[in-house]
C-alpha cells in the first residue's frame, strides 16, 4: 500500500495499540509493533484486569461475612495472597499467549523495543535499526504521578499494588479519584486498615456529588477511614514504615506503606515528538482532533496519551475507527466520546453515563429535573448491612430525556451497560415507566424512579 517498509507503525502494546494492529491488519495493512513490556499494557497488567481480579476476591470476603449473619456456618475470611496472586497471573499469562497467537496470525511484526520518530515516517529503535510506516500511531499510555515533595520516593503507585503478597496492616493512600476510592476499597477488605486522606472536600470530582457523598459513607461503614481537607507536604521514613504529614491531623499516624494515587501522566516523552512539532498539551498529551490526527500529518495518538477519556474499551473504539478510517475506506469514520459510560470497581460499584446534575444545571438551568431511589438491596437488609444503594435519573424538557443515569449499588456495573445504551439512543423517562420492571431486582429501581 505504500513504498515503506510498514503501512502503519504502532507504538505501544496495550489495549489500545492492540487494537490498531489487529484492526489495520484485518484491512490487508502491513503492521509493526514496538513494544518492549507485556503485551496489553496497564489495563491486562497493572489496571483493569488485575483490578478486577483483586475485587471479585473482597467480593468473596464480603459475601461471606454477610453469610454468616443469614446464619451460615462460616467464619470471616481472608485469601490466600500468594495462592490469589497466582491464579491472577496464570489468568494474565493466558492473556498474553492469546495476543501472541492473534499477533503471528494476522502476520503483524512486534519489536520487543522502545520506538523514538526520527521524522513523521522513520522510527529508530532502541538499539539503532531504523524502520519507516506511512502512519504513525502512538499507544504508549500514561503513567502513575508521584508528587514533588520531600520524602515522596517513600510512598509506592498505585501499579505497585500489584506486586503485594500479602496485606499491609496500617494503609494510607493519597488522593480521592477513582483509583484511589478502588485502592482503598480494595486493601480495606482484603484485610488491611486503610486511611484515604483526600486534599479537597469530596471523592471523584468527575461523578456525581450525592452518589459521591454516599460512596463515602459506605467506605466509613467498610471501615475505611476517610480524611477531607488533607494536604499532603512530607513523608518520612519511622524505621522502615512511613509517617505522612499533612499538619491536618493526620501526622501521628505511622502506615506501613503509603501510596499515592493522584492521577497519571501521558507518555510521551523520548519519542521524539517535541523536535517534530508534535503538539502536546499541558499535561503532556498528544493533541489530538476528532479523527485522532496530531499536528504533524501522518502521526495519530490514541488511549490515554491522547489525553481524552482515558478508558481502555474507549482506546480500544478510537483505534478501531481510526484504521477503519486510515485502510477500511471509512474517510469520516471516528469516535463519539459524549456519553461513554463508566464504573468505580468498589463494594458496591458507582456507575455513570451522561452528565451528572451539576452538569445537568449548569448547561440546561431550571429544565433539568432529578429523580432518586435510595435504598438498602435486599441481602444487605436481610443481613443488616447498613451499606445503601442511591440510584438517580437526570432527565431535561418537558420530554424529561433522560441525560444522566447514575448508580451506586449492587449490579450498577451490569445494570449499567443497557441503559447506556438507551441513553445514547435519546431515552426519555416515559419510555422508562412503559417499561416492566423485574422484581425483586436493583435494577427495577432504574425503571420505576418518580412512579
Given at each position: ?25 484485518e ?12 503485551l ?30 443469614l446464619g ?33 496470525e ?38 502513575p ?13 498505585s501499579?505497585?499494588f ?41 471523592l ?26 488533607q ?6 521514613d519511622?524505621?522502615g ?9 493526620i501526622?501521628?499516624?505511622v ?44 502521526i ?16 480500544i ?12 475506506g ?34 440546561h438551568?431550571d429544565?433539568?429535573k ?24 437526570v432527565?431535561?424538557?418537558?420530554d ?20 447506556a ?31
Amino acid at each position: 500500500m505504500s513504498g515503506r517498509d510498514y503501512d502503519v507503525a504502532v507504538l505501544g502494546g496495550g489495549s489500545g495499540g492492540l487494537a490498531a494492529a489487529f484492526r489495520a491488519a484485518e484491512h490487508g495493512a502491513r503492521v509493526v509493533m514496538f513494544e518492549p513490556a507485556q503485551l496489553g499494557g496497564t489495563c491486562v497488567n497493572a489496571g483493569c484486569v488485575p483490578k478486577k481480579a483483586m475485587w471479585l476476591a473482597a467480593e468473596l470476603t464480603q459475601r461471606i461475612a454477610l453469610a454468616a449473619e443469614l446464619g451460615f456456618d462460616v467464619e470471616p475470611a481472608q485469601p490466600d495472597w500468594p495462592q490469589l496472586v497466582a491464579a491472577r497471573q496464570g489468568y494474565i499469562a493466558n492473556i498474553h499467549a492469546s495476543y501472541r497467537r492473534r499477533l503471528d496470525e494476522a502476520g503483524i511484526g512486534v519489536v520487543p523495543r522502545h520506538g523514538r520518530l526520527l521524522d513523521a515516517h522513520t522510527l529508530q529503535c532502541s538499539d539503532g535499526v531504523r524502520t519507516s510506516a506511512e502512519h504513525v500511531v502512538i499507544a504508549t499510555g500514561a503513567q502513575p504521578l508521584r508528587p514533588q515533595l520531600p520524602g515522596a520516593e517513600l510512598g509506592r503507585v498505585s501499579d505497585d499494588f500489584f506486586a503485594l503478597r500479602h496485606a499491609p496492616a496500617e494503609v494510607a493512600i493519597v488522593g480521592g479519584g477513582y483509583i484511589a476510592v478502588e485502592l482503598a476499597n480494595l486493601l480495606q477488605l482484603l484485610g488491611s486498615r486503610v486511611h484515604l486522606l483526600v486534599q479537597g472536600d469530596r471523592l471523584l470530582d468527575r461523578f456525581d456529588a450525592e452518589l459521591a457523598g454516599q460512596l463515602a459513607e459506605n467506605l466509613r461503614q467498610q471501615g475505611v477511614r476517610v480524611h477531607f481537607g488533607q494536604r499532603v507536604r512530607e513523608l518520612r521514613d519511622e524505621g522502615g514504615r512511613v509517617r505522612v504529614l499533612t499538619g491536618n491531623g493526620i501526622d501521628r499516624q505511622v502506615f506501613d506503606q503509603a501510596y499515592f494515587a493522584i492521577g497519571r501522566r501521558p507518555n510521551t516523552r523520548g519519542l521524539g515528538l517535541e523536535a517534530l512539532g508534535v503538539a502536546l498539551g499541558e499535561k503532556d498529551e498528544v493533541v489530538v482532533d476528532e479523527y485522532q490526527d496530531s499536528s504533524v500529518p501522518g502521526i495519530h495518538a490514541i488511549g490515554d496519551v491522547a489525553g481524552k477519556v482515558g478508558l481502555t474499551p474507549v482506546a480500544i473504539a478510537a483505534a478501531r475507527k481510526l484504521m477503519d478510517r486510515l485502510f477500511g475506506g471509512r474517510a469520516k469514520a471516528r469516535l463519539d466520546y459524549d456519553n461513554v459510560p463508566s464504573v468505580v470497581f468498589t463494594h458496591p460499584p458507582l456507575g455513570q453515563v451522561g452528565l451528572s446534575e451539576e452538569q445537568a444545571r449548569r448547561c440546561h438551568g431550571d429544565a433539568v429535573k432529578v429523580y432518586r431511589s435510595d435504598f438498602r438491596p435486599m441481602l444487605n437488609a436481610l443481613a443488616g448491612s447498613p451499606v445503601r444503594s442511591l440510584f438517580k435519573l437526570v432527565c431535561v424538557g418537558e420530554d424529561e430525556r433522560v441525560v444522566g443515569i447514575h448508580l451506586l449499588g449492587e449490579g450498577a456495573d451490569e445494570i449499567l451497560q443497557g441503559f447506556a445504551v438507551a441513553l445514547k439512543m435519546g431515552l426519555t423517562r416515559a419510555q422508562l415507566e412503559d417499561s416492566v420492571a423485574i422484581h425483586p431486582t436493583s435494577a427495577e429501581e432504574v425503571v420505576l424512579m418518580g412512579r
